[in-house]
């Protein structure tokens, strides 16, 4: 039985619910998984939603002085910057390209990668690059908010925390891990999506059909991640399975131990009921602060979805409880989460670095050198083209194809988010 048919962290810087109204508001998803009955049908997006150029542009600007060892150059970067967001825009300077993007009255935010850092992690370079462009359109220095997950991410990055009131601020969601639980501090209850997978209940139907006698290793685990939950409740039965748990999320290899786990579990939790399992928290920064959307995506592959670049870091960065997401690659969850009018209606920038390239899923354990940042306001169709580029990276190290995996790409197409189909996809390279 194969995966896929499984329902499965400056000197520049200084110093179900409608939540609101209007184009910018995000409304609450009550997403069913199939198992528990169709989905309510989504609200039809207004015609400035839907209205797309008969070709999505990705640009691609290469520097062959873009990395300095393995460091981006702050010099080249600014190059690239000018000749690919011009060439995006359409606009005759740098300064022009970002007014074309953001106004004065913006609050913006620079949805960064701190995974990885600081091998492999959005780069100060192009961070300071955007700071610097949102600034020359006008945009306050404290509208301006580096983000990622959580404050503890930033810790290699270089960057200092700041939610003060002076200078650009830079902070997580939340000051706490959101991976496994509903609902933490910094999210918004009233803004979710919601989903079966990876549920108590889920899994009590699972169980009760024998699953775990031909299910992998991560489909087991992902089935099993309110019992993350309840460890990280504190409830104490579950308390004794968290170091094991710890190790099998990431040892893809161990299925007999995990699976030994479920068949433990199957039966030890009857009665128990866990608020809000099947909720996905947005974060306030998205559903309350911001008004417009950068996203500075690193170039990895994924062990769970293939590949990683600008629509897993804006979907899974802005979350609560999505481990149980990668059950099916994240095939359902990442377009549902990109659809809601809080991300899709804000975001106006995608910048995908690919200078150095993460090809296994341990960011930073293997690279491949490139010497390419690209720009497009299409996340679709810059994932489409990086997965080609990771496909060719890993085939020259001798890795093995992940096309099949990243599923999330084709699946966020079909939810009209962007296009996969290379022949409306308008790559223009330039040199810088």
């Known amino acids: ?14 110093g179900g619910t409608a939540l609101f109204g209007g184009a910018l508001a995000c409304r609450s998803a009550g997403v069913a998984s199939p198992q528990a009955g169709p989905a309510p049908a989504p609200a039809a997006p207004s015609p ?59 609050v913006v935010g620079i949805k960064i990668n701190c995974i990885g850092a600081p091998r492999v992690s959005s780069s100060p370079a192009s961070i300071n690059e955007t700071v610097a462009g949102l600034k020359s359109a ?10 990622d997950r959580g404050d503890r991410d930033f810790r290699r990055t270089g960057l200092a925390i700041n939610r003060g009131p002076a200078g650009v601020r830079v902070q997580g969601c939340s000051t706490e891990w959101e991976g496994v639980v509903p609902w933490v501090p910094g999210y918004d209850r009233s803004v979710f999506v919601s989903f079966e997978d990876g549920t108590l209940r889920r899994f ?12 992998t290793q991560r489909q087991i685990f992902n089935s099993v991640t309110w019992l993350w939950t309840l460890i990280q409740q504190g409830n104490a039965k579950a308390a004794k399975y968290d170091k094991e748990i710890r190790r099998l999320y990431t040892d893809y290899a161990d299925r007999e131990g995990i699976r030994r786990i479920a068949d433990e579990v199957a039966g030890e939790f009857e009665g128990v009921v ?9 974060a306030d920064i998205v559903t309350r602060d911001i008004t417009k959307l950068v996203n500075i995506a690193v170039l990895k592959h994924n062990e769970d ?12 960065g802005v979350t609560t409880n999505k481990v149980r997401f990668h059950i099916d690659y994240c095939e359902k969850a990442i377009p549902e989460i990109l659809a809601q009018p809080c991300l899709r ?7 995908g670095e690919a200078a150095k390239i993460s090809t296994v899923s341990v960011a930073g354990a293997q690279i491949a050198r490139d010497n390419r940042i690209f720009f497009s306001r299409d996340p679709v169709a810059m994932d489409r083209i990086g997965l080609d580029i990771l496909e060719e990276k890993r085939a020259a190290q ?27 996809i308008d790559l223009r390279p330039v040199r810088a």
């Open 274 to 282: 866990i608020e809000d399992e099947e909720k996905s928290c947005f």
């Open 305 to 316: 979805s293939g590949v990683t670049w600008a629509t897993k870091n804006i979907a899974l």
């Open 48 to 106: 400035a939603a839907v209205a797309a150029p008969a070709r999505s542009r990705v640009v691609a600007a290469a520097a062959d002085d873009m990395l300095v060892d393995l460091d981006y150059n702050p010099a080249a970067v600014h190059r690239a910057f000018e000749r690919g967001l011009t060439e995006l825009t359409g606009e005759k300077t740098l300064a022009g390209a970002w007014s074309s993007l953001v106004s004065p009255d913006d």
């Open 345 to 351: 209606d804000k975001t106006v920038l995608h910048i």
């Open 204 to 215: 009590r139907e699972l169980a009760g059909r024998g699953f775990t006698r031909d299910a």
């Open 138 to 147: 006008g945009v306050r220095k404290n509208a301006i908010v580096i983000w």
């Open 1 to 14: 039985m194969k995966r896929r048919t499984f329902v499965r962290d400056a000197a520049l810087w200084g």
């Open 398 to 424: 001798g890795l093995e194809s992940i096309r099949d995996q990243a599923t999330h790409i084709a699946a966020c197409a079909r939810r009209g988010l962007g296009t996969d189909d290379l022949s409306r």
